[in-house]
């Protein structure tokens, strides 16, 4: 990591509304000591900033907030990506997919080219293939290069369960993992509220607890994005939230375990894809990758979204 001091410094890339959530979040938690936004509109990013510091007077903590550019990664511990294009009407996925690697190429090359040596958190979707894109591009370490992943969908998941069992959501322990997309699923063989197996709760209920409700709230897991963006148009409060709890974890070398977009070589036998699984989150990025014991079904659909971002990767140009 390139900060031999105690600073703690993080360039934000896209001051949109996902990125500007972020942002606030990490003031209000007092995650960093240095925050640069940096924005193709500087101006918006110059105003972005001046709002932040309006509100240094009521943080917890001093932080250092400015609009910058990419020469401000060189000594930066993270470099947060929550740029991109929206998708147009009419526009497929691939298409999409194909613009915002040309924005990342014009994002990444300054950064790498800044003498930047520290982790790469990407926010835009699809986010999975976005964190292979800068993995590629940058030729970084995979282990320093991370997406979000299903961090914010396993949160979403934790608070489903809670609220279904009368639970605090921070004592289940229950993951989503594969594409943060359609193809995303919950491996419910590892679901726990304490060191209880929810699969075990449902048998033990006499059916007051079943599994039907439990695959009810997978669906309304994956499905969770598309009713706030049908409801509000867009998510931003939640992946903000989500951002900055990896960023704790890499900055505070915390060795926590958060569903992130790792790369996996072999891990649950897959190999050259970004994928969310369990990992463990420290400064040098991801420590390690956490094998879950998967039934053949779970590892069946865990393969099966690999393979549909491995199909998306492919017929890109880099």
């Not at 009368?166 to 726990?192: C, I, K, L, T």
């Not at 048998?203 to 009810?216: H, P, V, Y």
Request: aromatic share 6%.
């Amino acid at each position: 990591m390139p900060q031999g001091n105690d600073i703690r410094k993080i360039v934000l890339i896209g001051t949109g509304m996902v990125g500007m959530s972020f942002a606030y979040c990490l003031l209000n938690q007092n995650i960093c000591n240095e925050l640069v936004l940096i924005d193709i509109d500087k101006k918006r990013s110059e105003g972005e900033a001046m709002d932040l510091n309006h509100g240094l007077a009521f943080a917890s903590g001093n932080m250092k907030i400015y609009a910058g550019s990419y020469e401000d990664c060189r000594d930066a511990d993270i470099v947060t990506i929550c740029a991109g294009v929206a998708q147009k009407s009419g526009e497929t996925r691939l298409d999409l997919l194909k613009r915002n690697t040309a924005v990342f190429k014009s994002i990444i090359d300054p950064i790498v080219a800044s003498g930047f040596s520290g982790v790469f958190l990407i926010a835009t979707n699809p986010v999975d293939i976005m964190a292979r894109i800068t993995q590629k591009l940058s030729g970084f370490p995979k282990e320093r290069v991370i997406g979000s992943g299903t961090a914010l969908d396993s949160a979403r998941l934790r608070y489903l369960i809670g609220e279904y069992l009368e639970v605090d959501p921070r004592n289940v322990h229950a993951y989503v993992m594969g594409e943060h997309g359609d193809s995303e699923f919950v491996p419910w063989s590892q679901a726990f509220i304490a060191t209880k197996s929810i699969l075990e709760i449902c048998a033990e209920s006499n059916g007051q607890i079943n599994k039907d409700m439990l695959e009810r709230i997978s669906e309304d897991v994956k499905h969770a994005a598309y009713a706030i963006i049908d409801a509000k148009k867009a998510t931003y409060y939640g992946i903000g939230m989500a951002l900055t709890r990896i960023c704790k974890s890499i900055l505070g070398n915390e060795n926590s375990i958060l569903t992130i977009s790792a790369y996996l070589d072999g891990d649950y036998g897959q190999h050259e894809v970004y994928a969310g699984v369990p990992c463990i989150l420290n400064r040098s990025g991801v420590r390690r990758i956490i094998p879950l014991s998967l039934t053949d079904e779970e590892q069946i659909k865990l393969s099966r979204s690999c393979e549909t971002l491995k199909q998306s990767f492919k017929h890109l140009e880099l």
